[in-house]
Each structure stands twice: as structure tokens, then as C-alpha cells.
């Protein structure tokens, strides 16, 4: 079974409102990644956390992870049509070189 | 500076044939991982080259192979193609252990 799981499976939101994805997964890790999709091209890396960190930010998106709780959360805000699109979270590990382990995504539809 | 970029973007094969693809991975980076991505399961990891040695290796057929070149390129090859193999192929590349992880386009393959 996939490592992550993305929480919801579905988002609809208004544009301008704010997105929350969430991700569980059920080993250690050493890092975090998220990943944006578009229709099926490639993987458009967003964040990477790392298991000592908590918290960070780039542009409209932050990022928490509770090692703790083998939890993350993805948080978009003022979302926009663009962000419309399927967001993964990725799990790595360094006794497992080169591979992240990929969640089944959360669909997010912002509606103009 | 580029990306990763795989050729071909996409490609259509028979049954029992054979495919190779390729990914260019972004300067500098010696890690190319190799990953199938289908309606049903999800993104699934294939295996990871550094330094033109894999160092990883995902649960699929000995039909899936690839190798990586001194000059970090790498190739992926299926022979006697399924039509389940039909899929989107991504590669990523990276710096290394604990390092973000970028993805190429992909190549849409589908076997009829």
C-alpha cells in the first residue's frame, strides 16, 4: 500500500478562499516533498520539509509536518483558477535511496 | 537553468514489443529515479540510478530496466510490453540524499 495518504480525496473551493491538503504516512522519514500535477504532465515540486523542521513557506503556500503525529499539511491561500490541479505529498527516507513513496493525491478544483 | 526534460513525450507500441525512454536529468545532478504513474495505482517507484549504479529497486518485472551513462542521463526499458504497461513515465532527478526531487514531463505510453 501507498506510504501517504492525502486527506481529502477532493477539494472544490471559491477562488480567493483557502486550501488545506493533508497527508499521513506510517514510517519514519527524513523528508517531506509536495508536488503539484496538471492533467496528467509531469510533477511540479512545490516544497520539500525535512523531519526537523515544522514549518515553511514559499509564496502563497505553507507547510507544517508533526513528525509526532506522521503528519502534513498543505495550505494554499487567496487560491487562484491557476492552483486547480492534483497535489501529492511524497515521503523520502535515507535507508531507501532515491525513492519517495507517493500518496494517491487530493484533486483541488478552484472555481472562478 | 533546464529542466528535466524525457523523450519521447509520447509513444504508441504493440503488444510483445519493446520500448526504451529517456530523461536527461538537470545538470549537476548525479540521481535519476525512475517512477510509473496510472489511473489505478497510483504513482509507483521503479528504481534509482547515482552514478550509474542503481542503488534501488522497485517491486516490478525484470521486463523494466534502465541504466544511467557518465554524463548522468539515464534510460528506461520494457521489453515484451503488456498492455498494463501503458502508463505515464516520470523521471526525477536530484543532488542526492535528503535533496528535492524535480520530475520531468513524462512519457504517455500506451500499448495496443
Known amino acids: 500500500s501507498q506510504q501517504g495518504e492525502e486527506d481529502p480525496q477532493a477539494l472544490s473551493i471559491q477562488e480567493g478562499e483557502n486550501a488545506t491538503m493533508n497527508c499521513s504516512y506510517k514510517?519514519?522519514?527524513?523528508?517531506l516533498q509536495w508536488y503539484r500535477q496538471n492533467s496528467g504532465r509531469g510533477l511540479v515540486h512545490l516544497i520539500l520539509?525535512?523531519?526537523?523542521?515544522r514549518e515553511k513557506h514559499s509564496g502563497r503556500l505553507r507547510v507544517t509536518l508533526d513528525t509526532s503525529k506522521k503528519s502534513s499539511s498543505l495550505l494554499i491561500t487567496a487560491s487562484r483558477a491557476a492552483d486547480t490541479a492534483s497535489y501529492f505529498c511524497?515521503?523520502?527516507?535515507?535507508?531507501?535511496?532515491?525513492?519517495?513513496?507517493f500518496g494517491d493525491g487530493t484533486t483541488l478544483t478552484v472555481k472562478p | 537553468k533546464a529542466g528535466v526534460t524525457q523523450t519521447p513525450r509520447y509513444l504508441i507500441k504493440t503488444r510483445g514489443q519493446q520500448v526504451t525512454l529517456s530523461c536527461s536529468p538537470i545538470?549537476?545532478?548525479?540521481?535519476v529515479s525512475w517512477y510509473q504513474q496510472t489511473p489505478g495505482q497510483g504513482l509507483q517507484f521503479l528504481f534509482e540510478?547515482?552514478?550509474?549504479?542503481?542503488?534501488n529497486k522497485g517491486n516490478f518485472p525484470g521486463r523494466f530496466s534502465g541504466r544511467q551513462f557518465s554524463n548522468s542521463r539515464s534510460e528506461m526499458n520494457v521489453s515484451t510490453l503488456e498492455l498494463g504497461d501503458s502508463a505515464l513515465y516520470l523521471c526525477?532527478?536530484?543532488?542526492?540524499?535528503?535533496?528535492?526531487?524535480?520530475f520531468g514531463q513524462g512519457t504517455r505510453l500506451t500499448v495496443v
Open positions: 514510517t519514519s522519514i527524513n523528508n
Open positions: 511524497a515521503t523520502g527516507s535515507n535507508t531507501n535511496a532515491g525513492k519517495s513513496t
Open positions: 540510478y547515482f552514478s550509474e549504479t542503481q542503488r
Open positions: 520539509i525535512r523531519s526537523n523542521e
Open positions: 526525477a532527478s536530484s543532488l542526492g540524499r535528503d535533496r528535492e526531487a524535480f
Open positions: 545538470s549537476g545532478h548525479r540521481s
